[in-house]
């Protein structure tokens, strides 16, 4: 679903990892942030045989996904938690070398983001790198919008968009069971960020404040970015 509505959606998974690779050529652990069913995860695996990879999301019926998806990966594991609340995992400070995430932060609020960045800056070691594919806004008046002029240039209509979202969800919903609708609308609860991102200047000024230092912007493609920052060596 996410090839069909993303624009260069797989150029910018690419990138991804090869920006994971540059900085780590091999990486002990890494972290997937509200991997949903599992795509970027599975890159991961794939990319850097000796890493374990855990997944997070808050949403049940994604992760069933992702669980069917890595099944014979003794080196992937999935978390059931919600990254706008509490530690997002168990155990030791600085336990993973790269956190990354794609398509799922702009879900949070600005006030959620900073404190998901302070605590990701807690559990990614020295050198550790944070990246996160996404949307992103514009401050500067009249590019969002044609930014959106870009997109619906390539895209299927928003009824088109709506309508094949509604099939997927209502087929999966209905294969994994009649309390399944119910678990995902509790678990994600209202939409409460931003469907269009926040400027990369927020980002940048975030990321800065909860210690990560070599903040950039790597990628990019109108309203689309791959953005991150870097733990200090010492």
């Known amino acids: 679903m996410q090839e069909r509505f993303l624009p260069l959606r797989e150029e910018r998974l690419r990138e991804l990892i090869r920006l994971v690779e540059a900085a780590h050529e091999a990486p002990r652990r890494l972290l997937d942030l509200g991997c949903g069913t599992g795509s970027v995860t599975r890159r991961l695996i794939d990319a850097f045989p000796g890493a374990e990879v855990v997944g997070v999301d808050l949403d049940p019926t994604l992760l069933a996904l992702a669980r069917a998806r890595c099944a014979r990966e003794e080196r992937a594991r999935f978390l059931l938690a919600d990254l706008r609340y509490g530690d997002l995992l168990p155990g030791d400070p600085g336990n993973f070398d790269a956190a990354v995430s794609a398509t799922a932060l702009h879900w ?13 800056f807690r559990i990614l070691g020295r050198g550790g790198i944070f990246l996160n594919a996404d949307h992103v806004g514009s401050s500067i008046p009249g590019v969002a919008e044609r930014w959106r002029a870009s997109r619906k240039a390539v895209l299927p209509s928003e009824g088109e968009q709506k309508a094949a979202w509604d099939s997927f969800f209502d087929s999966l919903l209905l294969a994994l069971g009649p309390t399944a609708r119910s678990l995902r609308e509790k678990a994600l609860g209202p939409f409460r960020g931003s469907e269009e991102g926040y400027p990369l200047e927020f980002h940048a000024d975030a990321l800065r404040r909860a210690g990560f230092q070599r903040i950039d912007c790597f990628w990019r493609w109108d309203g689309d970015a791959i953005y991150g920052g870097v733990v200090p060596d010492s």
């Open 108 to 120: 949070l609020t600005p006030g959620e983001l900073e404190e998901l960045y302070a605590r990701l």
